[in-house]
């Protein structure tokens, strides 16, 4: 999804300097496998939030196979990016009714990204029955301080500290 969290973990200049003494890529693989632990803990912390979502989409969302993870580190720096989003679309097809993009009479399937997108801001449902639960938003701020322990308490068994 193109609307992303972003998290910055301040106040941890000890373990900063410990992991700046190791070698680059010592380091960076302490780093990518710590930020692998966070997005696994998003993962299931958005699987969490999608309990209010009612129906098929909402048994969808709750499937953790229909959920992808992604860890991308910076070139340069010891920082990266964890990305987390559905995947897969509904296996229910549906028939345009021409007022959008794809013709009239064409059938098609609803992806989760879009069911998605529709719960998290809204949107022209066609069904008015997904109303806004927000799941991304509700799971990663109920789960934040969890997220954060898991990363923080990986990086220190690396380092053994």
């Not at 696994?40 to 989409?57: D, F, Q, R, W, Y």
């Amino acid at each position: 999804m193109a609307d992303d969290f972003e998290v910055k973990i301040t106040g941890l200049s000890e373990l900063q300097a410990k992991l700046e003494e190791l070698a680059t890529t010592d380091a960076r693989a302490i780093v990518k496998d710590c930020l692998n632990a966070g997005a696994i803990e998003l993962k299931t912390a958005m699987v969490e939030g999608s309990h209010s979502v009612p129906g098929e989409p909402g048994a969808m969302l709750r499937d953790t196979s229909n959920w992808s993870k992604r860890v991308k580190m910076e070139k340069e720096d010891l920082a990266g990016t964890v990305r987390v989003g559905v995947k897969g679309s509904l296996p229910d097809t549906h028939t345009s009714k021409g007022h959008g993009t794809i013709p009239k009479g064409n059938r098609y399937r609803r992806s989760l990204a879009y069911i998605l997108r529709l719960l998290e801001f809204g949107g022209r449902d066609p069904a008015y029955n997904l109303g806004h639960s927000h799941p991304m938003t509700s799971g990663f701020e109920s789960h934040q301080s969890e997220l954060l322990a898991a990363i923080v308490a990986r990086i220190k068994t690396r380092l053994k500290l």
